[in-house]
């Protein structure tokens, strides 16, 4: 071991301060060597809490495995990983690119929690330094993980340096135009960042040369466009420093993250895995008015909302199985129910969107226990002489509400180890 040490120090020793790399003042210097020696193997690298914020702070995209040695599922996935990541080490020359990382949850506790890790194992992913929403959930070989990996580290950007390619940008997608004159300048790279961890959600152009010209302000500005409205009409113009990329971060994800999404089966379990109940809309694919209705009520009312329920859509044909729980079939959308992930809440009448504060009302009681009460032993009546302490008066014989569908799109048990019944 002694001999290795000393060849790969005179071999590394120029590079060390860019390497991945653990120290600990209780070690010897060769584990230090040793570390260094995996790192240049390819292998992933494993976080603590000694050395997790630099590393995580030191790479533009971080893959984290967390994992338990004791989890089947964990074992399987280790040497799929440490070859995924000694494939794109080797391709990726770039420091600072890109970092596999391995995270025991046994003794790495605290950054377990940290992540909110429910189930063994999570792949993350972390870009600039924060988490993206959505985890790996692809084929678990050494090749998909690799591509996959390349596919992130791609610029999403699409350059625009003529008027046909301009007027051929999709209006039916969220998009985000950058008037630079050329990708050269700083403000380019600020850009590129923020279209990296926003594209899943937007497009992203760079309209350059003589046509960035056309822009707002001749020394370049971010145009944000919604979808399915005219190039010229809707636009948001960015207010902030072009060089900020904190100010243009806050402000794109703002735009491009909508407040109501659509659930798909390709996206529920990443929604699924959020852990807030969803208030759904079941529409037909062709009811786009009733999307528009819904919309806006939840973005008038119920923004305050926005951090303990998803508001989502549901093509009512896809998600006939949801219906059918509920006792309604295609002919009586739209509709509007809450899965609690324990059980499902219908709505009574699409047409109470139109009555002022009742959607609101059907949140709130999701939170107070009365839907689930109701549910249980029908409508309560109030009384002027009883308190709000005691137990409600019930008129009808206990009933069964319909059981969550959508916990069923929740992450597999035959591909994870679960921790805790949470889903």
């Known amino acids: 071991f002694s001999t290795?040490?000393?060849?790969?120090?005179?071999?590394?020793?120029a590079h060390?301060?860019?390497l991945p790399v653990k120290r600990h003042k209780s070690k010897k210097n060769h584990y230090r060597i040793f570390s260094i020696f995996n790192s240049i193997?390819?292998?992933?690298?494993?976080?603590?809490?000694?050395?997790?914020?630099s590393q995580v702070l030191n790479h533009e995209l971080v893959f984290l495995n967390f994992y338990a040695d004791w989890c089947k599922f964990s074992q399987i996935l280790a040497p799929v990983f440490n070859e995924a990541a000694d494939h794109?080490?080797?391709e990726v020359q770039e420091p600072g690119k890109v970092l596999f990382g391995m995270v025991d949850c046994d003794t790495e506790t605290n950054i377990a929690a940290r992540f909110h890790i429910t189930k063994y194992p999570?792949?993350?992913l972390l870009?600039?330094?924060?988490?993206?929403?959505r985890e790996y959930r692809g084929q678990r070989s050494a090749d998909a993980i690799a591509e996959y990996i390349r596919d992130l580290l791609k610029d999403p950007i699409i350059e625009i340096k003529e008027q046909k390619d301009f007027d051929n940008i999709h209006e039916n997608k969220r998009t985000v135009l950058g008037y630079l004159s050329s990708k050269a300048l700083p403000h380019y790279e600020v850009f590129r960042k923020v279209a990296m961890d926003l594209r899943d959600d937007c497009e992203f152009f760079v309209i350059t040369g003589d046509l960035a010209k056309s822009g707002p302000n001749n020394e370049g500005s971010i145009v944000f466009k919604p979808a399915r409205s005219k190039l010229s009409e809707n636009d948001e113009i960015y207010p902030g420093s072009l060089l900020s990329y904190e100010e243009l971060s806050v402000w794109t994800t703002n735009r491009c993250i909508p407040l109501v999404r659509e659930i798909t089966f390709e996206n529920a379990e990443e929604l699924t895995e959020e852990g807030l109940p969803f208030l759904i809309l079941f529409h037909n694919p062709d009811d786009k008015e009733s999307v528009k209705i819904f919309t806006r009520e939840v973005s008038t009312h119920l923004m305050s909302d926005k951090s303990s329920v998803n508001f989502l859509t549901a093509d009512g044909q896809k998600f006939s199985h949801p219906l059918h729980h509920l006792g309604k079939s295609q002919k009586d959308l739209p509709l509007i129910a809450i899965d609690s992930f324990r059980h499902m809440y219908l709505f009574p009448d699409f047409n109470d969107l139109y009555v002022p504060g009742k959607l609101k009302q059907f949140v709130e009681d999701l939170y107070s226990g009365k839907l689930h009460?109701?549910?249980?032993?029908?409508?309560e009546t109030t009384t002027k002489s009883r308190s709000d302490a005691s137990p409600p008066n019930v008129q009808n014989l206990p009933t069964n509400p319909?059981?969550?569908?959508?916990r069923k799109l929740a992450p597999s048990r035959n591909r994870y180890t679960i921790l805790r019944d949470e889903l």
């Open 4 to 13: 290795v040490s000393v060849t790969v120090s005179l071999d590394v020793d």
């Open 16 to 18: 060390v301060d860019q």
């Open 41 to 53: 193997r390819g292998e992933a690298v494993k976080l603590t809490s000694a050395n997790f914020d």
């Open 88 to 90: 794109v080490t080797k």
């Open 122 to 124: 999570t792949l993350k």
């Open 127 to 133: 870009r600039n330094g924060k988490v993206m929403k």
């Open 373 to 379: 009460r109701e549910f249980h032993y029908g409508p």
């Open 402 to 406: 319909p059981e969550s569908t959508f």
